[in-house]
Nanobody, 122 residues
Framework: QVQLVESGGGSVQAGGSLRLSCAAS????????RGWFRQAPGKEREFVAA???????TYSDSAKGRFTVSRDNAKNTVYLQMNTLKPEDTAVYYC????????????????WGQGTQVTVSS
């Protein structure tokens, strides 16, 4: 039983930055990989980044070099620092938990937040 709540979304101009947070509560586990996903209008939800308890992480090609995922285990919170944002980054961003590796498919994440909107204007 894990509840996830995202925050930090909003509107920003191209080239700007946003920092998303995802706080977890309930029966969290050190084994739970924490992931970030996004879904743009008319598109399927896609992977953005993931991180393990120990800090191992991975990124999608679009996020690599611009986004940074981090984790504060004491606060049960993960973050996604997004820099050099582009209009194509516009999407609802979701926090997820429950996978066992950073390369796990979406179906292996069984806890999901409600999503937070990120809008990047040109």
């Amino acid at each position: 039983q894990v509840q996830l709540v995202e925050s930090g979304g909003g509107s920003v101009q191209a080239g700007g930055s946003l920092r998303l947070s995802c706080a977890a509560s309930g029966r969290t586990s050190e084994m739970y990989v924490r992931g970030w996903f996004r879904q743009a209008p008319g598109k399927e939800r896609e992977f953005v980044a993931a991180i393990t308890w120990s800090g191992d992480n991975t990124y999608s090609d679009s996020a690599k070099g611009r986004f940074t995922v981090s984790r504060d285990n004491a606060k049960n919170t993960v973050y996604l620092q997004m820099n050099t944002l582009k209009p194509e980054d516009t999407a609802v961003y979701y926090c997820a938990a429950g996978a066992t590796t950073v390369r796990a498919p979406q179906r292996e994440y069984y806890y999901w937040g409600q999503g937070t909107q990120v809008t990047v204007s040109s």
